[in-house]
């Protein structure tokens, strides 16, 4: 069990700042529209709101940075060889687009890098927000704005053989092409209605996408509503996973406990999951030298 305590105290302060903030904020937003005599008290009442708000979740963030760094780093280290674990690292956006699974952003971010390995398989996961840039013509002029597309996490898995040609499984429309890939339906109906899956290689595809591999998938589906694709390529295979969720991310209004914990382990069974099932069949990989 972790002690939680100083931590907790810490969250419930950011949380009576952020609580007494909004309240202030709202009345000050509706004195503006009161007489002109009241107007100031408005102005004093919305800048207070604001203060308190933004001192509050300024402090949480602080919070979480020492969440991560304390308790969740240690988790992670002890499930994984070789690995490392840095809130404030990510991956550069050449690795994430080399898939083909994700469009280009006109605005990039990423944060919680995660690297190691399991069962002789390196693997690097990290949290992604995209944002695409749009813009909107008013009487006033023009406003740019931002749209958030994704936003979710992007696991990569380095094997020590090939994969068998290249398949993409995508339950949404989130890959940017694929070229020279034959649509395909495989034997499970239920996994062809909640993804197209697309192949290089027919026969392989059915060696690859095991009933037990198409179960992970599904199972991965159900525990993140959103939309998830994943890549085999050469010796990589690249999921992505758009849930609108801070895979790490802590609740203001919510107690910081051992569930936490719990529940962030869960969020990484993918890569232990994913890599088991992969290594039970052997007959989805050729050496490098054969497919030169």
Not at 196 to 225: G, I
Request: glycine share 6%.
């Amino acid at each position: 069990m972790n002690d939680f305590t100083n931590l907790n105290i810490e969250r419930k302060k950011c949380a009576n700042l952020v609580g007494f903030g909004i309240p202030l904020l709202i009345i000050g937003g509706i004195l503006f529209m009161a007489p002109p005599q009241v107007v100031f008290l408005g102005i004093v009442f919305f800048i207070g709101g604001g203060v308190l708000i933004g001192t509050g979740v300024s402090k949480f963030q602080q919070i979480k940075t020492q969440f991560k760094e304390v308790y969740l780093k240690k988790v992670i280290l002890g499930l994984y060889e070789n690995a490392t674990y840095d809130p404030r690292a990510g991956l550069p956006e050449a690795r994430v687009y080399r898939s083909g699974l994700l469009k280009r952003a006109d605005r990039y971010h990423s944060e919680d890098l995660i690297t190691g390995s399991f069962s002789d398989v390196q693997f690097e996961t990290c949290d992604l927000k995209l944002e695409e840039r749009h813009v909107r013509h008013t009487k006033n002029g023009t406003q740019v704005y931002y749209v958030t597309y994704f936003l979710g996490r992007f696991f990569e898995f380095e094997f020590p053989k090939n994969f068998k040609g290249k398949i993409i499984v995508s339950e949404g429309s989130l890959m940017t092409w694929f070229t020279n890939l034959k649509k395909m339906e495989l034997e499970s109906v239920e996994f062809n209605k909640k993804f197209k899956t697309y192949s290089s290689d027919e026969l392989n595809t059915f060696y690859v996408l095991t009933p037990h591999l198409m179960e992970s998938l599904m199972e991965l589906e159900r525990q993140n509503p959103g939309t998830i694709a994943c890549s085999f390529d050469g010796n990589r295979l690249t999921i992505i996973v758009n849930n609108n969720r801070d895979t790490f991310d802590l609740k203001l209004f919510s107690e910081i406990n051992d569930q936490a914990i719990v529940a962030m382990k869960k969020e990484l069974a993918v890569i232990e999951n994913i890599i088991e099932e992969l290594r039970l069949n052997r007959n989805i990989f050729i050496t490098k030298e054969e497919n030169i």
